[in-house]
Structures are given as structure tokens and as C-alpha cells.
């Protein structure tokens, strides 16, 4: 079990280290389900952001119980 918190830790790291990556593939899907370019793109980097910012946050209180 923790090998797979491990795993998906790393996994969710590296979607916050690349915000506008994310964000561009999250717009392309956004603008698949939605049909409206302007909506996704504005989605998409909102949500990519929020997640960049939660992956901070995560990484800062995790850092702070090591020490």
C-alpha cells in the first residue's frame, strides 16, 4: 500500500511542477465535452492552476512534519 501512495504522490508532483501542460491537455478535453474553446481554455487553466497550487500546499505541510 505505501509503495502505491508513493507512486501516486510522484504522480500528482509532477502534474504540479507543469501547470500549463496540464492545462493545455485539460483544455482539449474540456473543449471535447463542452464544445466551447473559450470555456475550456479558461477551465483548463483554472483547474491546472488550483491544482499546481493544492500540490504546494501539499508538498510545504509535508515538508513541515518531516522537520
Do not use: C, E, H, Y
Given at each position: 500500500?505505501?509503495?502505491?501512495?508513493?507512486?501516486?504522490?510522484?504522480?500528482?508532483?509532477?502534474?504540479?511542477?507543469?501547470?500549463?501542460?496540464?492545462?493545455?491537455?485539460?483544455?482539449?478535453?474540456?473543449?471535447?465535452?463542452?464544445?466551447?474553446?473559450?470555456?475550456?481554455?479558461?477551465?483548463?487553466?483554472?483547474?491546472?492552476?488550483?491544482?499546481?497550487?493544492?500540490?504546494?500546499?501539499w508538498?510545504?505541510?509535508?515538508?513541515?512534519?518531516?522537520?
Open positions: 500500500m505505501k509503495g502505491v501512495l508513493s507512486k501516486l504522490g510522484n504522480i500528482v508532483s509532477a502534474l504540479g511542477a507543469r501547470p500549463l501542460s496540464v492545462g493545455l491537455l485539460l483544455t482539449v478535453i474540456f473543449w471535447i465535452v463542452l464544445g466551447n474553446f473559450v470555456v475550456a481554455a479558461f477551465a483548463g487553466l483554472l483547474v491546472s492552476f488550483f491544482i499546481a497550487a493544492a500540490v504546494s500546499v508538498k510545504l505541510n509535508r515538508r513541515s512534519r518531516d522537520q
